[in-house]
């Protein structure tokens, strides 16, 4: 099967999947794998979904599952295989929930002015394709719809019998809806501790956004478009952007609506873009970002935040970072990772992560500032470093490490357009806004890569090429 099962009744049209001979097959032996009856009953609709009889049980079913706390796709594909089988009403409940899907796009587009246009242009896409996908269900239903009364009456007392609403209402949990929700959500804090002292009340005041669910993001995402702008902006890193890929795509194929990396190092030699790589993929994903540079570090204080005793208590990175940004799950960069100090007296960085990178105790980790335990299992940890001898055998057995080697001559062209877009991006002007770069210039500019690999000293000599050319057109004027 060329896409995830959970998300084949928002990806084709009817036409596209009666093409697919193994659909149906396929379909069943996946939820099959993934649906836990409670009762008797539901153990034998189970079967006989299993064994093909009709579309009923899977209908019937459909109508159980979509009231529980799972993700709505699951429901949502058991619609799809009473439509497949021949249910007038699926094919109606998939529009009816496609067109609210449309609906909702299109309202996050509406709402992304102040975003960049990229994120209002996968919303507008979104709502295009589900609309389309809407009228196609629509256009499935080969009967009459007045003579098929009689037939759709019996459908629906069937499932009127189950006590639940006949016709799967559109998803809520992990869909966007039309007040503008976008995910699933997380609670990383129930409760600030000691509430009532002057520090207590200074972190409250401060930190309130933490009680309340924070949206988990990334689910959205195109992979593809992903996939090609990472690629065009670092060719070098095609190991580090397989590696993404592939986690990200294993996540949606079982259905998870947001996404969080396996902690992972970038290794490799200063100035190939390792840090450029983890702010931009942040970007690209639109996930928090926060970043604690180990370098020079004397304790882990920056990452592991202060002891409510201290004047300038404050939590952990973590949870600045989801207080900022109002992500539940943001990436958190530690650069230069193996040049980080410490002692077991003060704290050392490399130490405080090993219980960060573990997703059970991370769930349960209990913040000093806080005085409470916080949820920090979803986030997401991205390491630098230059060398990994300085790295303990529990943190490095805690990541997968990837080396970033120094980029080729052939990349010049594609990193050269990359800074160009970044340094622009940071002045928040248009790429066309900057001033061109004459060919002697670009030359001393390609030659200085190709002698170096060095992506950072690339971007200081692109600066001041462009301050010169500046500096070039205001004598001419």
């Known amino acids: 099967m060329k896409h995830p099962p959970l998300l084949l009744w928002?990806?084709?049209?009817?036409?596209?999947?009666?093409?697919?001979?193994?659909?149906?097959?396929d379909l069943v032996a996946f939820l099959t794998s993934r649906l836990t009856p409670r009762t008797e009953d539901e153990r034998a609709l189970l079967d006989q979904m299993l064994r093909g009889d009709g579309y009923q049980p899977s209908l019937l079913l459909a109508v159980r599952f979509l009231g529980r706390r799972r993700p709505p796709d699951v429901a949502m594909t058991l619609v799809l295989l009473s439509a497949l089988r021949g249910s007038s009403v699926a094919a109606v409940a998939l529009a009816q929930s496609l067109l609210h899907r449309a609906r909702s796009f299109r309202h996050l587009a509406q709402k992304a002015v102040s975003k960049p246009s990229a994120v209002a242009g996968r919303h507008r896409r979104e709502a295009r394709r589900s609309l389309r996908l809407s009228l196609a269900w629509l256009a499935s239903i080969r009967s009459n719809v007045l003579e098929a009364t009689s037939r759709w009456e019996g459908e629906l007392a069937s499932l009127s019998r189950v006590g639940a609403d006949p016709i799967p209402s559109a998803p809520t949990e992990d869909e966007p809806s039309s007040q503008g929700e976008s995910g699933p959500t997380l609670t990383v804090l129930k409760e600030i501790g000691d509430p009532d002292s002057e520090a207590g009340r200074d972190l409250s005041t401060a930190y309130r956004r933490l009680l309340e669910p924070l949206p988990l993001k990334g689910g959205d995402v195109d992979l593809l478009e992903l996939e090609t702008m990472l690629s065009r902006e670092f060719p070098h890193l095609r190991d580090a952007i397989d590696h993404i890929l592939g986690d990200l795509r294993l996540q949606r194929y079982v259905g998870r609506r947001w996404l969080r990396l396996r902690p992972l190092l970038l290794l490799g030699p200063p100035g190939?873009?390792?840090?450029?790589?983890?702010?931009?993929?942040?970007?690209?994903?639109?996930?928090?970002?926060?970043?604690?540079?180990?370098?020079?570090?004397?304790?882990?204080?920056?990452?592991?935040?202060?002891?409510?005793?201290?004047?300038?208590?404050?939590?952990?990175?973590?949870?600045?970072?989801?207080?900022?940004?109002?992500?539940?799950?943001?990436?958190?960069?530690?650069?230069?990772?193996?040049?980080?100090?410490?002692?077991?007296?003060?704290?050392?960085?490399?130490?405080t992560l090993l219980s960060f990178l573990e997703s059970e105790t991370a769930a349960t980790a209990f913040d000093e500032?806080?005085?409470?335990?916080?949820?920090?299992?979803?986030?997401?940890?991205?390491?630098?470093?230059?060398?990994?001898?300085?790295?303990?055998?529990?943190?490095?057995?805690?990541?997968?490490?990837?080396?970033?080697?120094?980029?080729?001559?052939?990349?010049?062209?594609?990193?050269c357009q990359s800074v160009l877009s970044e340094i622009a991006r940071s002045l928040d002007v248009d790429r066309e806004v900057l001033p061109s770069i004459d060919p002697i210039a670009l030359a001393r500019l390609r030659d200085l890569f190709v002698s170096t690999g060095d992506v950072r000293r690339l971007r200081r000599a692109i600066e001041a090429v462009l301050g010169a050319a500046v500096m070039s057109q205001r004598k001419l004027h």
């Open 10 to 25: 928002r990806l084709l049209t009817p036409g596209e999947l009666e093409c697919s001979p193994e659909v149906v097959p």
């Open 369 to 415: 500032a806080l005085l409470a335990p916080v949820d920090l299992s979803q986030v997401s940890w991205i390491l630098t470093a230059n060398d990994v001898a300085g790295l303990s055998a529990p943190l490095r057995s805690r990541v997968a490490v990837i080396h970033c080697p120094r980029p080729a001559a052939a990349d010049f062209e594609a990193i």
């Open 272 to 351: 190939v873009g390792k840090t450029r790589f983890a702010k931009r993929l942040a970007a690209l994903l639109q996930m928090g970002y926060g970043e604690v540079n180990g370098a020079g570090s004397s304790d882990d204080r920056a990452l592991r935040g202060t002891a409510r005793g201290w004047r300038s208590a404050q939590p952990s990175l973590p949870l600045i970072t989801m207080a900022r940004t109002e992500c539940g799950n943001p990436i958190v960069l530690v650069d230069e990772v193996d040049k980080a100090g410490g002692s077991e007296r003060n704290g050392d960085i490399r130490q």
